[in-house]
């Protein structure tokens, strides 16, 4: 299995509804909970462990582990592990710039 990390262009914004909201860029298609993602930038919703993925029309919602870390993170990262046979990446982890939350998504 192969794991790669892509640095990630990312900006954070809380509003009063309890939904997290943030902008990333994929550099390279990526799967999330069973639907391959095209390179381009997708608003986050983070509400109660559900993170959707929003870009047009596209919407895809996938459950999450919110973790934090000790330290704040630098820079918003993905970490993507190639999928067995399909060669595929899968998103496995989001780590959010700016802040000490990791956004762990289980494999499906």
């Known amino acids: 299995m192969r794991t790669i990390l892509v640095l990630l262009a990312a900006a954070g914004l809380s509003v009063a509804s309890g939904t997290d909201r943030y902008l990333i860029t994929l550099l390279q298609p990526a799967v999330v909970a069973g639907t391959e993602l095209e390179p381009g930038r997708y608003a986050l919703?983070?509400?109660?462990?559900?993170?959707?993925?929003?870009?047009?029309?596209?919407?895809v919602s996938a459950r999450v582990?919110?973790?934090a870390a000790e330290e704040k993170f630098r820079n918003t990262t993905v970490r993507l592990e190639q999928e067995g046979q399909s060669g595929?990446?899968?998103i496995t982890q989001i780590r959010l710039?700016?802040?000490?939350?990791r956004l762990v998504l289980p494999v499906q």
Not at 97 to 101: K, L, N, P, V
């Open 88 to 90: 595929k990446y899968r």
């Open 65 to 67: 582990q919110v973790e």
């Open 45 to 59: 919703a983070l509400t109660n462990g559900q993170l959707e993925f929003r870009r047009g029309e596209v919407r």
């Open 97 to 101: 710039g700016g802040t000490t939350r």
